[in-house]
Each structure stands twice: as C-alpha cells, then as structure tokens.
Nanobody
Framework: VQLQASGGGLVQAGGSLRLSCAAS????????MGWFRQTPGKEREFVAAIRRSGDVTYADSVKGRFTISRDNAKNTLYLRMNNLKPEDTAVYYC???????????????????WGQGTQVTVSS
C-alpha cells in the first residue's frame, strides 16, 4: 500500500487542523493505521492509531484534543487536531500495518508502510 499524507500547515496556538492520509489499493480496510510525528533531533513518536475493528488509542499528550478516524470507502485516514499547542509542531507521518494487535498499536515496528510526512507548525 502507498500512503500520501496532506493537510499540514501553519496555525496559531489554539487552532485546528485536519490531516488526511490517502491510501492506494483496494485493501485499505485490512490495515491498522497510525499517525506518528517527529521533530528535528528527536525520535519519531506515536500520536494515534486505529485498528480495523475501530479500536483507537492515543498518546497521552494528545488525548482529548486529537481524533483519529478512517473512511474505508474513501481509503483515507484522518487526524483531527484541535487546541493545537506549539509542542505539537512536527512532521506528521501516517503508517499502515497488518496483524496489529491492541498491545502493539503504539509501536512503530507494527507498521510496514509509511507516508512521506506533512509539516505542522503551531505558532505561539
């Protein structure tokens, strides 16, 4: 599967953005999907994930502000980000994996396919 992330941009603190991740192929609904982010000099970190079953999980830092969702008919993953903070500034990556179980949803190793990333910048 090939992934194309979009929707990043520059926003003021407290603002909102919605990221999208378009997937190629007809087997989108067979994948667990995740969002990760990375800032310069830091390791890539988990943000949110959603399994085929609809199970979702979030990093504590974004819980209550971000919402992950998927539209299997459109082969698209979303990340709605509200009340953005300067510390949310990062390149956001979407990822897809198969056979992901609940306990491994947050692990990068669970995802074999990655998009190219989209920059989110939150100004204070």
């Amino acid at each position: 599967v090939q992934l194309q992330a979009s929707g990043g941009g520059l926003v003021q603190a407290g603002g909102s953005l919605r990221l999208s991740c378009a997937a190629s192929g007809r087997t989108f609904n067979s994948y667990a999907m995740g969002w990760f982010r990375q800032t310069p000099g830091k390791e890539r970190e988990f943000v949110a994930a959603i399994r085929r079953s609809g199970d979702v999980t979030y990093a504590d830092s974004v819980k209550g502000r971000f919402t992950i969702s998927r539209d299997n008919a459109k082969n698209t993953l979303y990340l709605r980000m509200n009340n953005l903070k300067p510390e949310d500034t990062a390149v956001y990556y979407c990822a897809a994996g198969q056979g992901v179980i609940r306990t491994t949803m947050r692990s990068q190793a669970s995802y074999a396919y990655w998009g190219q990333g989209t920059q989110v910048t939150v100004s204070s």
